[in-house]
């Protein structure tokens, strides 16, 4: 990649609603239908509230050809795998253990990956911002995605410790109030120091990263 290139990407207002949609799509919506069903109708309803939202998330974009995000299909499948378990058991504590568990495993998934091409967290950042090609491959853009998932891989593993903790101590209802705003909490510092990070990648490679469509495209 020649030194000295300008990077465009889209509207950062349409980056933050696009990934706010798939945040909300995948985590934070079956999240509250859960807790909601668990309130009015009991912990069989939220299971099954909460996976129907995300098994229909996945239909609809099968159903209009639409591209599914890697985070709605690990979500999802990891849902499944909860439902199941709650269901058999009908213990809310291994419903909420499992996720737990998983933060673990995403952890390990992001340090496994490494080796493979590219990285899974740049699969994953693709569905908040599709990267040209030619940047994706640069070196020092890979290199930042191998040094982020390990980054990221350590946001996993202080997440699984931090709620597996809170979990073993609190309610359901302290659970999630109090595990969901500390997981975002350390989530949303990640993705500042993430971001930072890049863009001092960027800067040190003569990268220009520009929001929104190129002058002449909009002038087309």
């Keep these: ?102 933060n673990f495993l995403i952890a390990f998934v992001l340090v496994a990956s490494l080796p493979f091409g590219r990285p899974f967290i740049a699969k994953l950042a693709d569905d908040f ?9 640069h070196p020092r853009i890979e290199q930042l ?15 699984g410790v931090t709620t597996l903790w809170i979990l073993a101590r609190e309610s359901v209802g302290n659970f999630l109030l109090v595990s969901t705003a500390g997981s975002w909490s350390v989530v949303g510092a990640a993705i500042v120091v993430s971001l930072l990070w890049f863009r001092r990648v960027l800067r040190g490679e003569g990268i220009a990263l520009r929001w929104g469509a190129p002058v002449a495209a909009v002038a087309a």
């Design 145 to 159: 995605f191998r040094r982020l998932s390990l980054l990221w891989a350590l946001v996993f593993l202080t997440n």
């Design 129 to 137: 911002c599709a990267f040209p090609a030619a940047f994706s491959k």
């Design 1 to 102: 990649m020649p030194p000295h290139l300008t990077v465009h990407l889209p509207a950062f207002g349409a980056l933050l609603r696009q990934g706010a949609k798939h945040l909300l799509e995948s985590t934070v919506v079956p999240l509250g239908l859960f807790y909601l069903l668990l309130t009015l109708v009991g912990f069989d309803g939220g299971l099954i509230a909460a996976l129907s939202w995300s098994l229909l998330a996945v239909v609809r974009r099968v159903v209009r050809r639409e591209p599914i995000p890697a985070v709605l299909l690990l979500t999802t499948g990891l849902l499944v795998a909860r439902t199941v378990l709650g269901l058999v058991t009908g213990s809310v504590f291994l419903y909420f253990l499992q996720p737990t568990l998983q």
